[in-house]
């Protein structure tokens, strides 16, 4: 049974029940208030850049794999005329560089050694930046989506084509060893026999490989569980039925129909969970500054947000159990380098994976998820950046988000955060079924 998932999880601190309780208790309904707001159900994205892995890219033509895009009347306009240009942090330095002016005080704040060591690392961040593939929000094929109205559920994508994503996610971009069979059915590739070497395979790797995989495995785990969660029931003339199937998430999950390998993959959520909250958990003094604001042109409303925001992030710094990234290329300085170049590529290269997605409403959530984590990774790879910002008060900000950034990331949580939630729906529901 899945519900074996308990206990201490594999290179944290933390536990699954720690998780649960601060997850489902706690954060989860602040998160689903604030993923309502005007400012995070908009997100611009451009849905049709061709693949750029292969030329035979089918698209899948369900009905349920739509997307439809905002028209123009629908988004605010605060969002639609200053949304892509960071104005928050345009007007933030505007106003931060008059203040400086008058005060006459040009980074007196800063020492020589930090103004130093903050150019080398804006040069890191610049290549921190990329971790995945921004869309241009200025291409004509770039468009709003309003999230809420384009829910991530079952669309029925599957078979070859949603493998072949899958298993070029997994085979070229997981470090996996070439020793390892390349299996010719994907349904095969990750249990049974392969599935044991593989792991025996990644028990060798370094913590931070393995760290990598299972952010994947745990993103698959949390696309496949709202699919099982939001699937679709029944369809007729009149209505359509959406909810819970309970067999389906077995046959995905349970300890015994997967050979072992479901309740590996929901630990693997877990960790998604952590290392996603904990980069929400060091960005708060972004947010702190006093010029900081959350714009669609409505001040009233948009200082209340800035307020749930804050709070949001207070309470993921106060979770107890935070995962310590120092664990993480705490290696010689060189080896730590490149293999975080290593790993900053192989995400990228995920990121492009994306817009290969044969399903348009697929393509969308991937592209966001992928978007939000490769922005959690860039946070907690710009620890020293972001700990400057309290003491650039008076200057341009050290570290900076764009909105797109800031909005995929806090809805790729609210997406991991959901599964996290609906784990215990399934858990009652398979109750009353045994
Ligand atoms: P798949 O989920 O396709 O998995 C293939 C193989 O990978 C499995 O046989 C198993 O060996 C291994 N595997 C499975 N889970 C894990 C894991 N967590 N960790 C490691 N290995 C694993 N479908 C929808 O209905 N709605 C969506 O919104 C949706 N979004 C998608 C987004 C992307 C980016 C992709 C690639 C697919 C998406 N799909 C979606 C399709 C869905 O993920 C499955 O591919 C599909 O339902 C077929 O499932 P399957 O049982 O064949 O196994």
């Known amino acids: 049974c899945f519900c074996q998932v308990t206990g201490s999880l594999d290179d944290c601190a933390c536990d699954v029940e720690t998780i649960d309780a601060f997850n489902n208790e706690k954060l989860f309904p602040k998160l689903q208030t604030l993923l309502q707001s005007d400012y995070f159900r908009f997100y611009k994205v451009n849905l049709n850049k061709p693949c750029p892995f292969w030329k035979d890219n089918r698209l899948c033509g369900q009905k349920n794999c739509a997307v439809i895009p905002c028209t123009p009347n629908e988004v605010p306009d605060g969002i639609k005329t200053n949304g892509h240009h960071n104005k928050y942090l345009e007007e933030a330095n505007k106003e931060e560089c008059e203040r400086t002016e008058k005060l006459g005080a040009v980074d007196r704040s800063l020492s020589e050694e930090t103004k130093v060591s903050l150019r080398e690392w804006n040069k890191h961040d610049d290549e921190a930046e990329r971790f995945c593939v921004i869309d241009n929000e200025e291409s004509p094929d770039s468009q709003y989506v309003d999230l809420l109205l384009n829910p991530e559920r079952f669309t029925g994508y599957k078979g070859p084509e949603a493998w072949q994503i899958w298993n070029s996610i997994y085979e070229e971009n997981c470090f996996k060893p070439y020793t ?113 604001q959350l714009y669609t042109g409505q001040p009233a409303q948009d200082q209340q947000l800035k307020l749930k925001l804050l709070e949001l992030l207070q309470l993921a710094k106060s979770f107890p159990l935070h995962f310590d990234e120092t664990s993480l290329f705490a290696g010689n300085k060189e080896e730590a380098a490149s293999l975080k170049e290593d790993l900053r590529l192989t995400f990228f290269n995920i990121s492009r994976i994306m817009d290969c ?78």
């Open 357 to 434: 997605v044969g399903c348009f409403k697929c393509r969308l959530w991937g592209k966001l998820q992928t978007q939000g984590l490769g922005t959690a990774l860039k946070i907690l790879f710009s620890e020293r950046l972001i700990e400057a910002l309290p003491r650039s008060i008076n200057t341009n900000p050290t570290f900076q988000l764009s909105r797109q950034e800031l909005v995929s990331l806090l809805n790729a949580f609210g997406r991991i955060s959901t599964s996290i939630r609906e784990l215990e729906n399934f858990r009652s529901l398979l109750s009353k079924v045994r």
């Open 180 to 292: 390892v069979k390349r299996p010719l059915n994907p349904m095969v590739s990750y249990s049974g026999t392969d599935g044991k070497l593989f792991y025996s395979w990644l028990e060798g790797q370094c913590v931070e490989k393995r760290a990598f995989f299972r952010l994947v495995s745990g993103l698959h785990s949390s696309i496949n569980i709202h699919l099982s969660a939001r699937y679709l029931l029944d369809e007729n003339w009149s209505e359509t039925k959406w909810g819970h199937n309970v067999s389906e998430f077995q046959q995905r999950f349970d300890a015994h129909l997967t050979k072992g390998e479901g309740p590996k993959r929901l630990r693997n959520l877990y960790f998604l969970y952590l290392i996603e909250l904990r980069a929400l958990s060091k960005i708060l003094p972004l947010f702190q500054r006093p010029s900081f």
